[in-house]
Each structure stands twice: as C-alpha cells, then as structure tokens.
C-alpha cells in the first residue's frame, strides 16, 4: 500500500510520516519545503529505520505530479500541503487562495488521471460558524472570518463535488483542532518560522528564554478563568487519526467529514499551568487585551472520529505538555539547532 503524502516535512505530515512508516505503509513525500526544512525528512528516516522517496517541488506544478504519479503506483493522497498562519493568510489572500486551491485542484486532477481515488484531506474546526453550539459537530453551521479558514472550506467544497461526481471516490476531511506536542524522541516537531502565532510553540520559546515573556489574548471571556478555551490534540494522536482515516478509505466510498479532537476544552492558563508543573519550569505571562478574530471556547464533538474511524485520542494534557517541551529542549532553534 503505498501513500502519497504532501507537506511531508511540516509538523503534523512529518508525524503522520513516522507512524504511516511504523504501521508498514508506504510513502512518497512531496514538499516545496515553504514553511519546513530537509532535516525533517532525514528525522523521520532515521526514526522509522525506512528509507522512501523525497520529492522538494510545488504541489500546484501538475507536470511534476503527474510524473511522481506515473512513477510510483498510488493507492491513497493524504494532502497535508498548504499554508497555515491565519494572519499571513489576512494580508495575503491571493497567496493563500491560490496555493491552497490550485495545490487541491491539481491534485484531483492529476488523481483521476491516474485512477486514484482516495483522497485525505487536513481540514481544520476553523471551518465551523463562530458561535457554534459547543461541543460542536460535523453538521454544525460552517462560515470562516478569515482567507486561511475560507480555503479549507473552499476545498472541502471542492472534494465534496468531485466525489458526487465520481462516486467511487473516497474523501475524507479531518477537521483538526489544536494540534500540539511532538514525537517522544524529540527529535521531530513543530518549528514556526519567525514569532510563533500560536500558544504553545510561544510558550515552549517563552520558558526556554528565547521569548521574555508570553502575552495572554485576553481574561474576560465567558470562561472558567477567562481565557481562551480550545480542544488541544497531541500531535502523534493527530498522526493515529490519518492513519486510521487511510483503512477507512480503503474500505468505503463517498465523502466525510470527521472532527479530531479530544472533546476537551483547557483554557490559555490551564495550559500555562500544567506546562510549569509537568516540566517544573516557569512560563512568565502578561494578560493583554484580546487577539481580535479570537472566540471564547472551541472543542470538538469526536464522537464521529469514534464511529466511523474506531479512533479516539488517548494522550492527556501533561504528555502534550512534555512532548513539547522535550522537543523544544533538545532543538532550541528547531531544525537549525
Ligand atoms: P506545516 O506548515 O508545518 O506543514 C505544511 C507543509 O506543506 C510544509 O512543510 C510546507 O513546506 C508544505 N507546503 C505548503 N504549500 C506547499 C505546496 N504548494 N507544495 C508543496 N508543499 C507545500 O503545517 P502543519 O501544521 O503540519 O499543517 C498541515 C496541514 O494541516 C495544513 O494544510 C494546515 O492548514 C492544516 N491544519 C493545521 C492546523 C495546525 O494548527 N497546525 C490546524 C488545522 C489544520
Ligand atoms: N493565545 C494567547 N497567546 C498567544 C497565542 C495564543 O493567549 O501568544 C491564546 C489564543 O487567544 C487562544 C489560544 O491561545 O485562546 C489558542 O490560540 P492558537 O493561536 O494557538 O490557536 P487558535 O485556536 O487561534 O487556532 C488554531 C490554528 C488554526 C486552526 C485552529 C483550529 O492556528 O489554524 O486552531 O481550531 F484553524
């Protein structure tokens, strides 16, 4: 069985990769190494002791996916590729539309071509109507408030057409929440360029004195202690998931779209929090005012993850916690380090 996986080298292809490896699949990896680096993909060789083949192009040039097609005998696409920083994708819309489009598009196109037909595709629970009723479901209202978000539900839209109009197809679209944590080696992880966006890489850079000092978005919201509250996944549960979703779609046809969550909420402080305790370091923070875009509380109905993929997270807040940590340690400065 061999997969082809693109955006291989990020944070959560890279994963998904070592266990996809470990479980005795094979893959082909495609990345234009945008957002990620080389090292990556050495790391995950050296972690699952396999050897596969490594291609660094865009996935939007269609002549080159066709030949990696032609090459290689596919059976599944999990389409990890595309980019990811909400506020890049603000001040960037066409950057945003046209690679995550076309990446999409292309790669459907160039399938059909060579009668693959299954496809897993990295949505996000960004693609979920603000103020939807928590935990929210699969059949909650959808609507984004940025580029970014509107991309995933373009594409969404897109694969939920392509497969009633080819109705043996397989699509399945997992809406991530808020992947966290790395390998338990350490040795693979998640390497933001620049500041980190997001909380924990923020956090991780805060204790190991890169960042002085974390900004909290916020402590008056309708929470248990006013802050932000998200549904936190670890990252190998996260590579499980496409894993799981893969032996799904070898099996059914027609399009899904799955939450992968935990189905629980922690607040910024909780995180803050258990960080410290976990791994008895101190994560200084100022309350700031609130990110605008920001909403109160996500987390995730998994219950469908749990029917239909017999998948269900089983890592708890403190291994996110120290996984993280444990990364960030041993590579200060990432895959540069
Ligand atoms: P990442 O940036 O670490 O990985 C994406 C990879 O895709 C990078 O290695 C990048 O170099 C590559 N890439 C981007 N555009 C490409 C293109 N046109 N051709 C080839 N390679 C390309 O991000 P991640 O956190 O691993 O996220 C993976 C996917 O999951 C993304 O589609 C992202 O939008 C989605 N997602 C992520 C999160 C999250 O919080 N991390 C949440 C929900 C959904
Ligand atoms: N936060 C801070 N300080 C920071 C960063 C974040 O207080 O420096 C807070 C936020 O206000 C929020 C929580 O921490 O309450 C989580 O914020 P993140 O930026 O880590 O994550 P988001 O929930 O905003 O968004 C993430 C991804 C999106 C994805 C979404 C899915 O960035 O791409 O999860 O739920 F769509």
Redesign the pocket.
Same mark, same amino acid.
């Given at each position: 069985m061999k997969i082809l996986v693109t955006g291989g080298a990020g944070y959560i292809g890279s994963h998904t990769c070592v266990k996809l490896l470990n479980e005795g699949y094979d893959i082909v990896v495609i990345d234009n190494l945008v957002n990620s680096n080389e090292k990556a993909i050495d790391r995950i060789k050296e972690l699952s002791g396999k050897d596969f083949p490594f291609y660094a192009f865009d996935v939007c040039d269609g002549d080159r996916l066709e030949e990696v097609f032609k090459e290689h005998s596919i059976d599944c696409v999990i389409h990890f590729a595309g980019l990811?920083a #909400?506020g890049e994708s603000v001040s960037k819309p066409l950057e945003y539309y046209s690679n995550n489009l076309i990446s999409t598009i292309t790669l459907c196109r160039v399938m059909a071509r060579n009668q693959v037909k299954r496809f897993i595709f990295s949505s996000?629970?960004?693609v979920y109507k603000p103020g939807s009723p928590m935990p929210v479901n699969e059949t909650a209202d959808l609507g984004c408030t940025n580029p !970014?978000?509107w991309t995933k539900y373009m594409c969404e839209q897109i694969l939920r057409d392509v497969v009633h109009a080819n109705p043996d197809w397989s699509a399945v679209l997992l809406r !991530?929440?808020?992947p966290i944590g790395a390998h338990e080696s350490g040795m693979i992880g998640e390497d933001p360029a620049g500041i980190p966006?997001?909380? #924990?890489p !923020?956090i991780t850079q805060t204790a190991l004195g890169r960042l002085e000092k974390?900004? *909290? !978005?916020?402590d008056d919201y309708d929470t248990h202690d006013g802050?932000?509250v998200?549904d936190y996944i670890h990252v190998q549960d996260l590579a499980k998931g496409h894993v799981d979703a893969v032996n799904y779609s070898l099996k059914h046809t027609g399009c899904e779209e799955i939450n992968l969550g935990t189905g629980i909420g922690y607040s910024?402080l909780d995180i803050v929090k258990a960080f410290e305790r976990v791994n008895q370091v101190p994560v200084p923070y100022v309350i700031d005012p609130r990110?605008p875009g920001?909403v109160a509380t *996500?987390y995730a109905d998994a219950g469908k993850a749990k029917n239909l993929l017999g998948w269900q997270a089983e890592k708890n807040l403190d291994d996110m916690c120290r996984d993280s940590w444990r990364w960030q340690k041993q590579n200060p400065n990432g895959y540069h380090s």
């Open positions: 990811k #909400v996000s629970a960004t !970014y978000g !991530y929440f808020n966006n997001n909380l #924990v !923020y974390l900004h *909290v !978005y916020g802050t932000g998200r910024v990110r920001d *996500v």
